[in-house]
């Protein structure tokens, strides 16, 4: 099993920044390749952004490319994601997920967190 807790979502203004965390906690977290999922309501969950485990391959898709950065820390168990230039279709509720192989399909991804709200709003 694998314990996935996120943090630092808030209500921030257009332009703005946020940096999100997921503290992971059990198995091997370098063993696992880590993605951002979000979801708004009326739309469909999007992956903005993958980690292979060791941190060298990323995705990202073309909405957020430029703008938000995935980072992970393997000694702190921790995975991050720093969104500048913040728009208005950002807003969302943000998850990590773990996976034991770097992919794009959600069915991959066994583990998620609990999720945490980003508001880009003025």
């Known amino acids: 099993q694998v314990q996935l807790v996120e943090s630092g979502g808030g209500l921030v203004q257009p332009g703005g920044s946020l940096k999100l965390s997921c503290a992971a906690s059990g198995r091997t977290f370098s063993n696992y390749a880590m993605a951002w999922v979000r979801q708004s309501l009326g739309k469909e969950r999007e992956f903005v952004a993958v980690i292979s485990d060791s941190g060298r391959n990323t995705f990202y898709p073309n909405s957020v490319k430029g703008r938000f950065t995935i980072s992970r820390d393997n000694a702190m168990n921790t995975v991050y994601l720093q969104m500048n230039s913040l728009k208005p279709e950002d807003t969302a509720v943000y998850y990590c997920?773990?996976?034991?192989?770097?992919?794009?399909?959600?069915?991959?991804?066994?583990?998620w967190g609990q999720g945490t709200q980003v508001t880009v709003s003025s």
């Open positions: 997920a773990a996976a034991r192989v770097y992919s794009l399909v959600y069915a991959s991804y066994e583990y």
